[in-house]
């Protein structure tokens, strides 16, 4: 852990919630992995505790308690590899060029690594998806799969772990991730946007605009677009659209959005994607 000691010198607890929740925020405080009440940032009630420290990775209704459809903000991963060596978990994380806001030491066998993005994801499944590619991108056979959910409950830096005697230490903050780096580097790292497009059964077009029907492959797109194989997913994405009930006006609309501009060729793309999905319907 030698390469944190620097880091270690100029951040604070208050540094690291900061950086994974924004003021206004709340989220489940905990003296046991049981917890489940949920207190603002501002006033959270563990600060009371002098005993180890748990609390949850994402931002909550204050309002509800602790569960996943608890979760306002779809922003903050957790990464676990303590199927490996302490003095090889950050070596790898190291090696591989992973992208990450802050790490942690568990007081124990891990090091928790968190990857807080720019921009939150909008539901869920969006969020599933991502970490399950972050997963891939780290190593499948290294990491800790039982922390996929997101309200799951990590090490809070500053306390004492209870079974071991020893500090979870807070070892780095790097700040938030920008979306389209972590993207790029899942890439780079061989965990692409899984295909949503082969085997499906056919689904009838929506009669109204209903983007909660999109493919979580077009969601990608629209989030994040593609560096190769543009009019591919282009024509994927914009017949998608045209299933869950978008006219052509309003697909062109929002796939402009993804780089600012779209050329003849892409506006015939689009217009052949419509013209092939309608005359599906017309057909059944």
């Given amino acids: ?33 049981r917890g489940i009440e949920i207190s603002s940032l501002n006033f959270p009630l563990i ?6 420290a748990f609390f949850s990775i994402n931002p909550m209704d204050p309002n509800k308690t602790r ?4 979760v306002t903000k779809y922003r903050n991963f957790l990464i676990e590899m303590d199927r490996i060596a302490l003095d090889k978990q950050e070596q790898h994380i190291s090696e591989i060029g992973m992208p990450y806001s802050t790490a942690v030491f568990s007081g124990s066998k891990s090091l928790h690594f968190i990857i807080s993005l720019e921009t939150p994801l909008d539901n869920e499944y969006m969020y599933r998806a991502l970490g399950k590619r972050i997963f891939k991108a780290v190593g499948d056979d290294l990491v800790d799969q039982s922390v996929k959910n997101p309200s799951r409950f ?35 790292r061989g965990a692409p946007p899984e295909e949503a497009w082969e085997n499906l059964t056919p689904e009838p077009r929506s009669t109204f605009k209903n983007p909660s029907r999109l493919y979580g492959a077009t969601k990608n797109f629209l989030m994040y677009g593609v560096e190769s194989n543009w009019n591919q997913s282009l024509f994927k994405a914009a017949a998608d659209m045209c299933r869950c009930g978008y006219n052509e006006e309003e697909a062109t609309q929002e796939l402009r959005r993804i780089t600012g501009v779209l050329d003849f060729s892409d506006i015939k793309t689009i217009g052949s994607a419509f013209k092939n999905e309608l005359s599906k319907t017309s057909n059944t």
Avoid: Y
């Fill in 1 to 33: 852990m030698s390469d944190f000691a620097q880091a270690q010198k100029t951040v604070s607890i208050d540094d690291f919630l900061k950086t994974l929740f924004d003021k206004e925020e709340a989220t489940c405080f905990s003296e046991t992995p």
């Fill in 47 to 52: 600060r009371r505790s002098q005993g180890e």
């Fill in 67 to 70: 569960a996943d459809s608890s």
């Fill in 154 to 188: 990590s090490r809070l830096p500053g306390h004492i772990r209870l079974d071991t005697g020893k500090e979870q230490k807070l070892l780095a903050i790097k700040g938030r991730v920008p979306n389209a780096e972590l993207e790029a580097w899942l890439l780079n």
